[in-house]
């Protein structure tokens, strides 16, 4: 959705500008990319800037600022209300989910950010950036549930299931929905392949028969055992 009134029309690009929006859109894209010229195909090899920095280039004239912006509702004619947010998300922001960057990068003695519960030097200091796995959304969740359902208190699952109300299995849900709104590309959260074993697939289980066949196997590994029931 756009404002055909708020289009920009006296903005003119440089050609380094044009390379940096080329630069965007190629590693945006998910498989195919098509340029007029061969050269064009390569907009990283004259982009220097951080990618942080490119966010400057898509902005519009500081005088132009006040077209844009704001939330956007459109309802259809079967019931169905379209909603978008000011960068064009169909999700809103949630705000139990916002948190503050941290002050200072990790030392080699922080516990790593990643939630395995290593030191940052014995953990994820050694692997690249793209390769530092993270557990923080599943971490959120386990205690989301923890709280709801009052775990924390010293509740057994005999007594969490008999008091478990619609409320809570509300809240759970509304947790999971934040933590993975639709849009997210869950592919990309998965751990990069770098030799260590998180997980091992235990067959078909029944939830009755998983302190058999599921529980031994998790002091093989460190991070998940998983199984489909």
């Not at 999700?91 to 030191?119: A, H, N, Q, T, V």
């Not at 359902?149 to 619609?166: A, F, S």
């Not at 028969?209 to 002091?219: E, K, N, Q, R």
């Amino acid at each position: 959705m756009a404002r055909n009134d708020a289009f920009i029309r006296k903005r003119k690009l440089s050609s380094q500008e044009v390379v940096r929006i080329n630069y965007v859109l190629k590693s945006r894209a998910h498989r195919y990319i098509a340029a007029g010229r061969k050269e064009w195909l390569y907009p990283e090899e004259s982009v220097s800037e951080p990618w942080s920095e490119l966010r400057k280039t898509l902005l519009p004239p500081k005088d132009e600022l006040w077209h844009f912006g704001g939330e956007m509702f459109a309802k259809f004619e079967d019931g169905h209300v379209h909603y978008q947010d000011e960068f064009g998300r169909t999700e809103r922001e949630r705000d139990f989910l916002k948190k503050d960057p941290p002050i200072r990068p990790l030392k080699p003695g922080d516990m790593c950010g990643c939630g395995y519960g290593r030191s940052f030097n014995a953990c994820c200091l050694p692997k690249p950036v793209a390769l530092r796995p993270t557990r923080e959304r599943n971490l959120m969740l386990q205690n989301g549930i923890v709280n709801v359902l009052g775990l924390g208190r010293g509740k057994d699952w005999t007594r969490v299931r008999r008091d478990l109300t619609d409320d809570q299995i509300s809240k759970i849900y509304s947790l999971y929905e934040g933590l993975w709104p639709l849009e997210t590309d869950l592919l990309a959260l998965l751990p990069k392949p770098d030799g260590i074993a998180r997980a091992v697939y235990t067959g078909s289980i029944h939830p009755a028969t998983i302190t058999d066949f599921a529980l031994g196997a998790s002091l093989c590994f460190t991070a998940v055992v998983s199984g489909s029931i």
